[in-house]
């Protein structure tokens, strides 16, 4: 074994130590770019896409969470707001964390549904319902 296969098997070893089975799902990351007052996050519908949520929902979110108002553009999304730094991943992150990865198995094969007032995260891989929060 060369010293890079090591670091290599050390590196994947200390991804997959999180105590779940399977391999970590990793929160794909918005891409987005300032233009003038404005913030456009270029790979928006791709990334809303891949987690299989409703471009509508993550654009009403994210005005919310942000506070700022928020519209599509084809697959872009105009934030009316310059920001900078991680701010918009960060609450990308939140809300994958709370609507869309499975607390018990960590994977994001799920969906929302609505059990009374309770939206549930029931996940398609294990068949948990959780919750979202
Ligand atoms: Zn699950």
Same mark, same amino acid.
Do not use: W
């Given at each position: 074994?060369?010293?890079?296969?090591?670091?290599?098997?050390?590196?994947?070893?200390?991804?997959?130590?999180?105590?779940?089975?399977? &391999?970590?799902?990793?929160?794909?990351?918005?891409?987005?770019?300032?233009?003038? /007052?404005?913030?456009?996050?270029? /790979?928006?519908?791709?990334?809303?896409?891949?987690? %299989?949520? +409703?471009?509508?929902?993550?654009?009403?979110?994210?005005?919310? &969470?942000?506070? =700022?108002?928020?519209?599509?553009?084809?697959? %872009?999304?105009?934030?009316? %707001?310059?920001?900078?730094?991680?701010?918009? /991943?960060? +609450?990308?992150?939140?809300?994958? /964390?709370?609507?869309?990865?499975?607390?018990?198995?960590?994977?994001?094969?799920?969906?929302? &549904?609505? =059990?009374?007032? =309770?939206?549930?995260? =029931?996940? &398609?891989?294990?068949?948990?319902?959780?919750?979202?929060?």
């Amino acid at each position: 074994m060369t010293d890079y296969d090591e670091l290599l098997e050390k590196a994947y070893s200390s991804i997959k130590s999180d105590g779940s089975t399977g &391999e970590r799902f990793e929160i794909p990351k918005l891409d987005s770019f300032t233009e003038g /007052n404005k913030t456009i996050v270029k /790979n928006f519908g791709t990334v809303v896409d891949s987690i %299989r949520r +409703k471009r509508e929902e993550l654009v009403k979110y994210l005005s919310k &969470e942000l506070a =700022v108002p928020a519209s599509l553009d084809a697959d %872009r999304l105009i934030l009316q %707001r310059k920001f900078f730094g991680d701010l918009i /991943n960060k +609450k990308f992150e939140d809300y994958v /964390n709370t609507y869309v990865i499975c607390k018990q198995c960590r994977k994001p094969d799920t969906h929302i &549904e609505a =059990v009374g007032h =309770v939206k549930m995260v =029931v996940c &398609e891989a294990c068949g948990a319902k959780n919750p979202a929060k």
